[in-house]
């Protein structure tokens, strides 16, 4: 076959650079979103941000001059202006005495820490800390103190002794001749320690020599809460207070004062010691009533404000043989950075002010009023697609009266009812919630009885799904939220 030139016409869609960058600046959390603009404010000479120092009255005050001329030459440079704020300090200050102390502003240049500092949160010990140094303090000898350094080490975050005696003395070396007998010893002057609790192997373990701590404090009720930690303490928390009763020969009286002496204990004495990091959310929209009216607005301090540096823009600006085409590229790239923000922004604030015109009754009412809603519903409304909803949904939130919630919060699936309407899974969730705990706690709602109680109120809810959303609300089935 001979080789031949063919012309042929086709569509096919091409993502270009700027749009695949606002696809993925839609699709980035706040915090996300930042980091990506810090690394590109690091990349880029020519974005900066609007609250740094401004340079553009630099590269604007000689507005007649040639265009040829240096831009920069005329620019009061960084290092003339410092000098020059540091001068007029000074001189205000040559009247004061010389024991005035300035008042505190803040981190008025951002350079300073010590603010942040005196607002940070203390460096609590851990756990092993706390153990090891309450150990310097005992009179133990010096064979037993090590032991029981042994067996800190080998705790849990909450505390526990997770692993047997027997295989801790296994993976000692031989010329310790460390014995279990031995090591149970020093068990048990860990378990002396403070927090009460400490080196237990067991929740009723734990339990039991918090309550032999208390000594006189735990009251008449102790023996039975110490015999319930010890033996029934699984009967307890399946709510079985028959067998309980005919098991220890206790009254009602005298085992609910046992079931409150143990709710008062702590199944993890190490979690006060647990370094938790603490994770903030900054909403991107707030949410308001203006005279009657809900109002969503964008939350100014997650918008991250940007300019295009008007010196290094004058530079791209040159003819090619000047040197100005290299910068050309990165003016281009800043000016589609800044374009896709505000676009993404915007984008934020439409499907929130949907979402809010049809979730009027959530912010009156509550969850109990949250209506059902799907994606489509607001991107057919919007004019868009439904991944793009999906993208601005994701990992942003809206502050209401009620709360801070995420986008995605406010969709969900409906269940049909008699009326011929549609109740939300939110709604019915709230509703369960309601009904558990208006409930007797000595007759508890079965899931049956709450999909009963629903279906009088219009709301057709198998009892499986009864069960589903109460599961995912963490609420115990009904025999484990039985009382005496």
């Known amino acids: 076959m001979k080789p031949t030139l063919q012309f042929r016409l086709s569509q096919h869609l ?8 606002s696809i993925r600046l839609l699709q980035l959390s706040t915090i ?12 880029n000479p020519i974005l900066e941000r609007e609250d740094g120092e401004s340079d553009a009255a630099a590269a604007t005050a000689e507005g007649g001059r040639d265009r040829d ?15 020059s704020r540091e001068r007029a300090q000074q001189e205000s200050n040559a009247d004061l005495p010389a024991d005035y102390a300035a008042p505190w502003r803040g981190n008025e240049d951002g350079g300073d820490d010590e603010g942040d500092r005196t607002h940070a949160a203390p460096d609590l010990p851990s756990l092993r800390d706390h153990l090891n140094n309450e150990l310097t303090l005992t009179s133990i000898g010096v064979r037993d103190r090590a032991l029981v350094g042994l067996l800190v080490d080998a705790l849990d975050e909450d505390g526990y002794l997770t692993q047997p005696l027997d295989e801790i003395v296994a993976l000692m070396p ?38 032999r701590a208390m000594k006189e404090d735990a009251g008449p009720c102790a023996a039975l809460a110490l015999a319930i930690c010890q033996r029934h303490l699984e009967l307890l928390a399946s709510r079985d207070y028959v067998r309980l009763k005919q098991l220890t020969g206790a009254d009602d009286e005298a085992l609910r004062a046992a079931q409150q002496l143990i709710r008062g204990l702590n199944p993890r004495p190490g ?72 676009q993404r922004f915007d984008t934020i604030l439409r499907v929130s002010q949907a979402i809010v015109d049809r979730q009027r009754n959530f912010l009156e009412h509550g969850d109990v009023a949250m209506r059902p809603m799907v994606l489509r519903e607001i991107a057919d409304a919007l004019g868009v697609h439904e991944s793009t909803v999906s993208r601005v949904t994701t990992q942003k939130y809206m502050a209401t009266p009620r709360g801070t919630y995420e986008l995605k919060y406010f969709f969900g699936s409906h269940v049909a009812t008699d ?61 484990q939220r039985k009382s005496l």
Request: hydrophobic share 45%; glycine share 6%; aromatic share 4%.
């Open 174 to 211: 031989p010329e310790a001749e460390v014995s279990v007998e031995e090591l149970a010893i020093a068990l048990c002057h860990l378990q002396n320690l403070d927090p009460a609790g400490v080196g237990a192997r067991s929740p009723g373990e734990c339990l039991a020599l918090q309550i």
């Open 32 to 43: 996300e979103l930042n980091q990506e603009i810090e690394r590109l404010l690091m990349e």
């Open 271 to 342: 979690a006060a010691f647990a370094r938790i990091e603490t994770r903030y959310v900054m909403p991107d929209v707030v949410v308001r009533k203006y005279k009657g009216v809900w109002r969503a607005s964008l939350n100014q301090e997650a918008m991250p404000r940007l300019r295009v540096n008007q010196l290094y823009a004058a530079l791209a600006a040159r003819p090619r043989g000047s040197g100005g085409n290299a910068l050309a590229s990165q003016l281009q790239e800043a000016r589609w950075l800044i374009k896709n923000v505000q």
């Open 14 to 21: 091409t993502l270009t650079p700027q749009l695949q960058q």
């Open 69 to 83: 001329e240096e831009p920069q030459a005329n620019a009061p440079s960084e290092l003339a202006q410092a000098e």
């Open 419 to 479: 009326t011929g309407g549609a109740a939300s899974s939110t709604a019915i969730r709230a509703l369960i919630k309601q009904l558990v705990a208006a409930e007797d706690a000595k007759s508890p709602l079965s899931d049956s009885r709450i999909a009963q109680i629903l279906g009088e109120q219009g709301i057709v809810v198998a009892r499986r799904t009864i069960a589903k959303y109460r599961e995912s609300l963490q609420i115990p089935p009904v025999n």
